[in-house]
Structures are given as C-alpha cells and as structure tokens.
Nanobody, 123 residues
Framework: QVQLVESGGGLVQAGGSLRLSCAASGRTFSSYAMGWFRQAPGKEREFVAV????????YYADSVRGRFTISRDNAKNMVYLQMNSLNPEDTAVYYCAAETSTWAILSSTASYWGQGTQVTVSS
C-alpha cells in the first residue's frame, strides 16, 4: 500500500515557476515508478511526466517537455515536479501517481493516487 500527498501548488503569474512535491509512504518507494498528471476544469485527466523506479529514466508529455522536470529522492520518499515558464494552459489540479511499472503510469492505470494540488497560472 502506498499513500501519496501532494503539495506546492498555488497561484503564479505567466512565465513564473512552481515546484510540486509528492510525499510517499512505504518502504519500497524506490521500486515504484512515479508520475504526475493534471486535470483542468472540464477536461479529462492527462499525463504530464513519469520517472522510473529502476534507473530514474524520465518521459514527458509534449506539452511540458523542456519546461517541466520530474525528479525523485528515494532516501526521502519524495518526487518533485519543477515547472518553469508556466502559462495559463497549465492551470489544473496536479496529481501524483505510483505504480510498480512505468507502463502503468503511461497508460494511466496506476493503482495509487494522491488527492491533488491546485496550480493556477494567471495571464
């Protein structure tokens, strides 16, 4: 069982930056792939980024590649999403997810989800 708690959301002006954090419970955190998703009002949840548990390889959605960076600290059971050059289209609730396989993250079938943190980007 893995419990996830996101933090770090808030209101930021376009062009600004935010760093989201996700704290995970469990003794086998390093074996889990971790991902970030987001859901804007009236839209479906979409994949943002994933980092593998095995070798910390990363993959990003086209919409955020080059602006967002996912990272993890296995000693602290934490995963982060550094978001730069934010624009109003990035406004959404951001969710952290965990699963034993990277593919499950990419296919949005992860077993464990956080409660989300709101990110609002003003123009």
């Amino acid at each position: 069982q893995v419990q996830l708690v996101e933090s770090g959301g808030g209101l930021v002006q376009a062009g600004g930056s935010l760093r989201l954090s996700c704290a995970a419970s469990g003794r086998t955190f390093s074996s889990y792939a971790m991902g970030w998703f987001r859901q804007a009002p009236g839209k479906e949840r979409e994949f943002v980024a994933v980092i593998s548990g095995r070798d910390s390889s990363t993959y990003y959605a086209d919409s955020v590649r080059g602006r967002f960076t996912i990272s993890r600290d296995n000693a602290k059971n934490m995963v982060y999403l550094q978001m730069n050059s934010l624009n109003p289209e990035d406004t959404a609730v951001y969710y952290c997810a965990a699963e034993t396989s990277t593919w499950a993250i990419l296919s949005s079938t992860a077993s464990y989800w956080g409660q989300g943190t709101q990110v609002t980007v003003s123009s």
